[in-house]
């Protein structure tokens, strides 16, 4: 046994001993690459993904939800302050149900079975409506995330104290809702409206006007009153300032929310809309050729009159067929003898011109005024400086032209200058402080740049193992051809003891005439090796 091992112990190292220096590199190389490559892959092979199991939890809560997984010897890690515990990824539903039937966590969020296991007389009447008002909270917030498009949602219910006196009026309650949709979905009207309505009949005494819904962009989501809107002119006009106040804010929120992110961007916009509908009628006469004010000649007439002669006789006497006893003495006088001229030219022309009538209606709702206020916050919210004046006064001019092509063109008023549009436009840069949270619960994913990483060091080792087999192959191949060249041995023809050269020369005499091939080839090895 210590003879095989030492016989294999010594191949090995005359083998080592035969590599060159570039050949025991490649292989340290590539057995080093081999024991990080399978680190790695065992590294993340073997590594737990931790997902939030709880989140807003108390330190009580915390306490009993990690007591009882050490206790199943699950692993668990607290994070956030000790609001939220984590667990592993493929743990998460099985846990949330077997703990949901322990009961545990026992507080937090209040719903309406609180009351049902926690049935006492003492709790007073200010700790009961506590109570009450946090598990209508939480139903109403649970029943709104059931809603398409919505990912999560808080809800903040106000409700009016109740009168000593029995004619006390009675006030109306109000609630504010934040929602968290999801990216890129769009609320329809009959949505909105459900909403409305859902809150309003899950909260007693709580009409539509005091809901007030918004998502974490800041957009509102308001209610459409048909009636209200056909009986009051005032709320139809203010209705349509806020949608059209409301579209430019989408519009703008997305564009910017694509440059600078959905929560880096608050804008706000005011409008003044003219509500003024025109009815008139206009009768205009125009001539057809503008330039030489003149109309289409449809007739023309010209008379030209023309006298030459002498008066030879001139006019008088008696009118015939009057009695001169009735003509009271009346008579013609003689006119003197003379000569004379006479001419007269009349034309008449008739044009035909351009008779126009409009009967023109005015359409209202046209924007008089706009003005758009954005809040930018900046890509380090700590530092101003990290949001370069360039970016900003791009933002700027993207929302003067806004403003150029959506106020109103009027010919009788002056076109708006850039400083005018300038005093339209605020854009502040400035960190927001009054962000709503809300819990990351996207699962964590391997970064492509492992996958990257990992695809190089395969390529690197396959490369170093190609090297590796073909110089091997090639050494394998040198030692062959050596082998054979000492394989080669010289029959002994002479018994008798002679002298080395003699031997030497009867051996080799023999070997060329019984194995030439043998002996050609033992003489290309004596030439080489000279």
């Known amino acids: 046994m210590n003879e095989s091992f030492q016989k294999y112990t010594a191949n090995i190292k005359e083998y080592w001993g035969s590599r060159t220096k570039k050949q025991k590199f490649v292989f340290f190389g590539t057995f080093l690459l081999l024991v990080v490559f399978v680190a790695i892959i065992s590294f993340f092979a073997t590594r737990t993904t931790l997902v939030p199991l709880y989140s807003n939890l108390t330190p009580s809560e915390t306490g009993a939800i990690k007591e009882s997984l050490d206790g199943r010897g699950i692993q668990s890690e607290i994070a956030d302050g000790g609001t939220t515990i984590k667990v ?9 149900v077997e703990l949901a039937a322990e009961g545990i966590p026992k507080s937090g969020s209040i719903d309406y079975s609180f009351f049902s296991q926690n049935a006492g007389i003492g709790v007073t009447e200010n700790e009961f409506n506590m109570q009450k008002l946090d598990a209508m909270q939480t139903e109403l917030s649970n029943l709104i995330k059931g809603i398409d498009g919505v990912s999560d949602a808080k809800v903040m219910i106000t409700l009016p104290e109740k009168g000593v ?3 006390d009026v009675q006030d109306t309650a109000s609630a504010s809702i934040v929602l968290n949709t999801k990216p890129g979905y769009q609320f329809e009207e009959n949505q909105i409206k459900a909403l409305y309505h859902l809150v309003a009949k899950s909260v007693p005494n709580l009409p539509t006007d005091n809901i007030v819904i918004t998502n974490q962009f800041f957009e509102y989501f308001d209610l459409k009153n048909n009636e209200n809107s056909s009986s009051h002119s005032f709320t139809a006009q203010h209705e349509i300032k806020k949608e059209i106040e409301r579209d430019i804010q989408r519009q703008v929120q997305s564009m910017l929310g694509t440059l600078m992110g959905q929560d880096k961007v608050a804008v706000s916009v005011t409008a003044d809309v003219d509500f003024t509908q025109e009815n008139r009628e206009e009768n205009l006469v125009e001539p057809v050729d503008q330039e030489n004010m003149e109309g289409i000649t449809i007739s023309a007439q010209k008379i030209t009159e023309t006298f030459t002669g002498n008066a030879d006789a001139a006019a008088g006497g008696v009118p015939q067929g009057e009695d001169p006893a009735d003509s009271l003495g009346a008579s013609y006088i003689e006119g003197a003898n003379g000569n004379g001229d006479y001419e007269r030219v009349e034309e008449t022309i008739n044009n035909e011109v351009n008779k126009i009538r409009k009967e023109i209606v005015e359409s209202p709702y046209k924007i008089r005024d706009l003005g758009i206020q954005v809040m930018v916050e900046p890509p380090t919210a700590d530092d101003p400086n990290s949001l370069p004046q360039e970016r900003v006064d791009d933002i700027t001019k993207m929302l003067s032209t806004i403003v150029r092509t959506t106020i109103h063109k009027d010919a009788t008023v002056e076109e708006l200058t850039d400083d005018d549009i300038q005093d339209k436009v605020v854009v502040s840069v400035q960190p927001f402080n009054g962000k709503v949270e809300f819990p990351d619960s996207s699962t964590p994913v391997i970064p492509w740049w492992v996958y990257a990483i990992g695809g190089v060091l395969l390529a690197i ?27 080669v041995s010289i029959p002994d023809v002479n018994e008798e003891q002679e002298t080395e050269g003699t031997m030497r020369r009867k051996q080799l005499e023999k070997m060329a005439k019984d194995k030439p091939e043998e002996f050609a080839k033992l003489l290309r090895t004596w030439i080489i090796e000279d």
């Open 88 to 96: 592993p990824q493929e743990s998460v539903d099985t846990l949330k």
């Open 461 to 487: 080792i396959g490369l170093l193992i190609f090297l590796f087999i073909r110089a091997r192959k090639k050494n394998e191949e040198e030692e062959w051809v050596e082998e054979r060249i000492e394989s």
């Open 165 to 167: 006196f029995i004619n």
